[in-house]
C-alpha cells in the first residue's frame, strides 16, 4: 500500500476532527477501532479531511456498486432536522434502518443508493458514523 500520508499525519487529522467534534475521551476509548480505521483509510488516499469544513471526503473503492457515485462528502454536523426526513418509514427498534438513516443524512445520499455499498466501503462509512450516533 502507498501512503498517501504518514501515521501521524492521519492521526492529527481524524484528532481535529474529534476535537471539533467534541468528542470525549471515553467515546474516543471505546471508538479505537474505528479511529484506527480512519486513520488508515487516510493514510491510504481514501478518505481526505477538509480542515476548513470540518468534513471527511472518502473517495469510494468500489463506485459501480453504488451506481458509479465516486465519492461522499460526511457532514461535520448533524440535528433533527437533517435526521428526520431519512427516518421516515424507520422503527424505533430497527438498528440497522436506523443506521442507515444516519449515514444518508451524513452523506446527503438516498439509503437505496447505501443498501449498495461495497463492504470495503461500508467499513469506513460506519467508522464514520458511529460518532454521530
Known amino acids: 500500500m502507498n501512503k498517501a500520508v ?3 499525519v492521519a492521526m492529527a487529522e481524524v484528532t481535529a476532527w474529534l ?3 467534541k468528542v470525549y475521551p471515553s467515546t474516543r476509548e471505546t471508538q479505537k477501532d474505528s479511529i484506527d480505521l480512519l486513520v488508515e483509510a487516510i493514510m491510504a488516499g481514501d478518505l481526505t479531511y477538509d480542515e476548513d469544513k470540518n468534513e471527511f471526503v472518502h473517495k469510494l ?3 459501480d456498486a453504488v451506481g ?3 465519492e461522499f462528502r460526511y457532514k461535520a454536523r448533524l440535528n433533527d432536522r437533517m435526521l428526520i426526513p431519512h427516518l421516515q418509514g424507520v422503527k424505533s427498534n430497527d438498528a ?3 443506521l442507515l ?3 444518508a443524512a451524513l452523506t446527503s445520499q438516498p ?3 447505501l443498501k449498495g455499498i461495497d463492504s470495503a466501503d ?3 462509512m460506519m467508522s464514520i458514523a458511529v460518532f454521530f450516533l
Do not use: M, Q
Request: hydrophobic share 25%; proline share 4%; aromatic share 4%.
Open 68 to 70: 458509479g457515485v465516486t
Open 111 to 113: 439509503k437505496e443508493l
Open 122 to 124: 461500508k467499513k469506513i
Open 96 to 98: 440497522d434502518g436506523r
Open 19 to 21: 476535537d471539533k467534534k
Open 101 to 103: 438513516a444516519h449515514t
Open 61 to 63: 473503492l468500489f463506485p
Open 6 to 8: 504518514t501515521n501521524e
